[in-house]
């Protein structure tokens, strides 16, 4: 075994530049020996259960144009919807009886879903099931807007950092965003109480060795309770549309090399994953992860939410979804738990 293999299962811990050569000089001994560090890890804090979250996607109007993303404000060719709270709470209703004790709420950022309309939605969830984790990942707002939305009974909030390089940042951003309020509102919500999920894209345009060892680094440090990596995938109505998709080793490996810098995160096998490969998230849950995030969303809109091109699951009932999910998790050994799956530290 590599000393910077060992030094990682060790400590836990590499300076920058070692991350950076772990990824370049990577081979097939070192893949395999921290794939079943991985495992073990992951074995030892959470068994062979894989929690479910979720998904509703209940807006696709976003006042962002993040470069990489399909539903993007300049996109023109995406028929725009948004779900009445009747509507989330019918997702949500549908979703406990299938056994989601998690629900996840995820949308464009929509300056319709003000703090009072969102308070609401939180808060009809929050009296109608005591027994559920309610996480947000709605994007940037203000520390007021947070603080709301937790006293109104939100538990966990998603917002990937995307990119811990700022130049980096700059490139897949246009100028109205900045890596520093990013990563600000990161730890404003942390600070609040939330758990909080951070990560990033696989193989987006412009992303190095050394940008990926910027975001372990970022892990390392910031040691958020949840970390979604999953492949960057093109979509045909942005500027990246000719871009290369990120690859399936490469993600795998970076999960299994998260779980060993942060053994007791809660790690998705993500959609992203799952539409690279036919069996990406067995795959993924294979190397390390612990989640996975099937669809809640009502049918009609789900070929609405596309932030990639080809996304699977677009034409499934949440329940085919559940039980699709909990066949694939069966088939490789692990189990779908009815569980809020809160972070075991
Ligand atoms: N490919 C893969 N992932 C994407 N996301 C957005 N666009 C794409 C894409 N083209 C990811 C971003 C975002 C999350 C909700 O989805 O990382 O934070
Ligand atoms: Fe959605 Fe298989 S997980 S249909």
New binding site residues.
């Given amino acids: 075994m590599k000393d910077l293999v060992k030094k990682l299962i060790d400590t836990h811990s590499l300076s920058l530049l070692e991350y950076e050569k772990l990824l370049c000089d990577r081979n097939d001994e070192d893949m395999e020996v921290i794939k079943e560090e991985a495992v073990k890890l992951r074995k030892e804090i959470y068994g062979k259960k894989v929690y479910i979250r979720g998904l509703i996607e209940f807006t696709n109007y976003c006042k962002n144009n ?1 470069y ?3 539903i993007r404000c300049a996109n023109k060719n995406v028929e725009r919807y948004r779900l009445t709270e009747e509507e989330i709470l019918t997702c949500c209703d549908m979703g406990y009886n299938l056994g989601f004790r998690t629900f996840v709420l ?1 949308g464009g950022e929509d300056p319709y879903f003000d703090d009072d309309r969102l308070t609401n939605i939180v808060r009809g969830i929050r009296e109608k099931y005591k027994d559920v984790a309610i996480t947000l ?1 709605v994007g940037e707002r203000t520390k007021e807007s947070y603080e709301k939305l937790f006293e109104a009974g939100a538990n966990r909030y ?3 950092h ?1 990119t811990a390089d700022v130049e980096h940042y700059r490139k897949l951003h246009p100028e109205s965003m900045s890596y520093e309020n990013r990563i600000n509102c990161l730890k404003v919500l942390k600070d609040i109480g939330y758990q909080v999920g951070a ?3 696989v193989g ?1 345009p412009y992303q190095s060795n050394k940008t990926l060892a910027e975001d372990l680094k970022f892990i390392e440090e910031f040691k958020p309770d949840m970390c ?1 990596i ?6 045909k109505d ?1 500027i ?1 549309k000719d871009e290369k ?2 690859g399936l080793e490469l993600t795998l490996f970076l999960l299994s090399v998260i779980r060993i810098i942060h053994p007791p995160v809660l790690l998705p096998a993500t959609t ?1 994953l799952g539409t690279i490969d036919k069996k990406g998230r067995e795959k993924g849950i294979e190397a390390g992860a612990n989640v996975v995030m099937p669809n809640l969303s009502p049918v009609n809109v789900r070929d609405k939410y596309l ?3 080809n996304k699977i699951c677009t034409g499934d009932e949440a329940a085919e979804c559940i039980n699709c999910m909990k066949r694939r998790m069966e088939s490789v050994g692990y189990e779908v738990v009815i569980d809020r799956g809160d972070i075991i530290k």
């Fill in positions: 993040c990489y993303c399909g995820q990942s998603l917002l990937r995307e990560g990033f894209m987006s979604g999953g492949p960057f995938i093109p979509h942005t990246f998709a990120g992203a932030l990639y091109d």
